[in-house]
């Protein structure tokens, strides 16, 4: 797949992205599976997994600030 942005090849990797719920939590995700760009910072979250990051933001209790979670497919 190519980037949108700058045409390189985008390559399945892992990192740790933020995600913000409700007006004052972040949840971190850990090791989370994303097509990333070997030129630019571009990168691209397959729905599949998107689908899983939804499921897990839903499960996070109200009123947490900050909680960091470790992506399991």
């Known amino acids: 797949m190519k980037c949108r942005v700058c045409g390189a090849e985008l390559k399945p990797t892992s990192t740790d992205l933020p995600f913000k719920v ?4 972040i949840v971190i995700v ?9 030129t630019c910072p571009e990168y691209l979250i397959e729905d599949a ?4 990051v939804d499921r897990i933001l ?3 209790a109200p009123g947490t600030d900050l909680e960091i979670i470790r992506y399991a497919a």
Not at 22 to 25: D, L, N, P, W, Y
């Open 49 to 52: 997994v998107l689908g899983r």
């Open 58 to 60: 839903a499960h996070v």
């Open 22 to 25: 409700r007006e004052a939590g």
């Open 30 to 38: 850990k090791s989370l599976p994303v097509l990333q760009c070997g």
